[in-house]
């Protein structure tokens, strides 16, 4: 089976500063990994995804993941944050479509100003 | 841009009684799924549906669960008999062949 796991429920960074949300996978074969945000009282929206191509990957807002097999990661980097970047991020893996997607507990991110 | 869209986004119902949330998901995508996040908790996977049929479904999704695509586009969530801890915000998800799922904005649903 497949999971995620997000270290850090909580992140607080400074306005400008490095936003950096990590995510660590499981799967006993190549997975396709997602990032979404969730705002306040909204839904689900997708701000990346890797689908086996290139490691980098760059999604909306200025945000970006790298996928690293060797460590089983896929860690969310954005180089300055912005205010309105506050929200809950999830990490997920599927394995392919019609497959469940597997969510992570979610960071919730603080930008301070 | 295309997307999906579940009503009504919030429900207020009395423990006991039924509850359909309803779904239009994106007309040319395969899968459909059903999506609960209990407040402050994680997103849990409900059900899957393709072709017209349950494809895979979670140990929540118990007999008090059903969906139905009734008229080729809807896509709904029965909830028999609604228990307390069935309050949560539900999401619909649409899926492309390339494993891109979209999700509504979700329907709050609120048992009392």
């Known amino acids: 089976a497949q999971s995620v796991t997000q270290l850090g429920s909580h992140v607080s960074v400074s306005e400008g500063a490095l936003v950096l949300l990590r995510c660590n996978y499981s799967?006993?074969?190549?997975?396709?990994l997602f990032w979404y945000v969730q705002y306040p009282n909204q839904g689900l929206q997708l701000l990346l995804k890797?689908?086996?191509?290139?490691?980098l990957v760059k999604g909306i807002n200025g945000f970006e993941a790298e996928f690293k097999k060797s460590e089983t990661s896929f860690h969310l980097t954005k180089p300055s944050a912005h205010m309105s970047d506050a929200a809950e991020y999830f990490c997920?893996?599927?394995?392919?479509?019609?497959?469940?997607?597997?969510f992570g507990t979610g960071t919730s991110l603080t930008v301070i100003p | 841009e295309p997307e999906v869209t579940q009503t009504p986004s919030h429900q207020v119902t009395q423990m006991g009684q039924e509850v359909i949330l309803r779904c239009v998901p994106i007309?040319?995508?395969?899968?459909f799924y059903w999506y609960r996040q209990i407040l402050g908790q994680k997103v849990e996977f409900l059900v899957s549906?393709?072709?017209?049929?349950?494809?895979?479904k979670s140990e929540i999704f118990d007999d008090q669960f059903s969906v139905e695509r009734p008229d080729g586009s809807n896509f709904t969530l029965k909830i028999r008999s609604t228990k307390l801890e069935d309050s949560a915000m539900y999401f619909c998800?649409?899926?492309?062949?390339?494993?891109?799922?979209?999700f509504g904005q979700g329907t709050r649903l609120t048992v009392v």
């Open positions: 997920a893996v599927t394995l392919t479509a019609g497959n469940q997607f597997y």
């Open positions: 799967s006993s074969v190549p997975p396709y």
């Open positions: 890797y689908t086996s191509a290139a490691t």
């Open positions: 007309s040319n995508h395969l899968y």
């Open positions: 549906f393709y072709n017209n049929e349950i494809s895979e």
């Open positions: 998800a649409s899926v492309t062949v390339n494993t891109e799922a979209f």
